[in-house]
């Protein structure tokens, strides 16, 4: 199975700061990368999928980069509804392994 | 509008067996591969089940292999997981999701979710 990891598991931040998650694989899943993020008691949301694609409806402000074994997404300029936990996952091959989550919150 | 709705959770005893639920809408369900994924308290998402959009491809993560099976029926617009032997790690609130892209490898909509906890 691929291993999927992430870095820093938490961060605090301001609104208005630029925020930066990496996850990496443990093996190469070429752009086979997907982010979600999920509210507390909600259900989670796609943001990018296929490496650095934006969903619909997702803000600019998020974007994806990386291929490989090494991805990284980024959001601009933290807004207050940024406030969550993001989760990479790859859809290389079964199964489709999420990261362990980073948490962003308030500093 | 698409929309996904669980239903099933509750509370179980450890070895009980559950059958989860999830109805659709809004889509050709018959069209697309669905998943199960779940989230325990504390512990961060675990990919769990697939089933391809005619129901010939299956798998399961090792940690539920042997013991939950998924289905679907697209005459229903619907997706199961029988849940057998169930264990106090199966605890988690378990969320039907629809693989979007070619594979159905990424979850582009997802239901609200159903708590099951097991626990004598």
């Known amino acids: 199975d691929i291993q999927m990891t992430q870095s820093p598991s938490s961060l605090s931040a301001s609104v208005g700061d630029r925020v930066t998650i990496t996850c990496r694989a443990s093996?190469?899943?070429?752009?086979?990368l997907n982010w979600y993020q999920q509210k507390s008691g909600k259900a989670p949301n796609l943001l990018i999928y296929?490496?650095?694609s934006l969903q619909n409806g997702v803000p600019s402000r998020f974007s994806g980069s990386g291929s490989g074994t090494d991805f990284t997404l980024t959001i601009t300029s933290l807004q207050p509804e940024d406030f969550a936990t993001y989760f990479c996952?790859?859809?290389?091959?079964?199964?489709?392994?999420f990261g362990p989550g980073t948490t962003v919150d308030i500093k | 509008q698409v929309q996904l709705v669980e239903s099933g959770g509750g509370v179980v005893q450890p070895g009980r067996s559950l059958r989860l639920s999830c109805a659709a809408s809004?889509?050709?369900?018959?069209?697309?591969?669905m998943h199960w994924v779940r989230r325990a308290p504390g512990k961060g998402l675990e990919w769990v089940s697939f089933?391809?959009?005619?129901?010939?491809?299956?798998?399961?993560a090792d940690s539920v292999k042997g013991r939950f099976t998924i289905s679907r029926d697209n005459s229903k617009n619907t997706l199961h997981l029988q849940m057998n032997s169930l264990r106090p790690e199966d605890t988690a609130v378990y969320y039907c999701?629809?693989?979007?892209?070619f594979g159905g490898g990424w979850h582009d909509y997802w239901g609200q979710g159903t708590l099951v906890t097991v626990s004598s």
């Open positions: 996952q790859q859809n290389s091959s079964m199964p489709f392994t």
């Open positions: 093996q190469s899943i070429s752009n086979h």
């Open positions: 296929a490496g650095y």
């Open positions: 809004g889509f050709t369900f018959s069209s697309y591969a």
């Open positions: 089933i391809s959009y005619d129901g010939t491809n299956k798998y399961s």
């Open positions: 999701a629809r693989g979007a892209g």
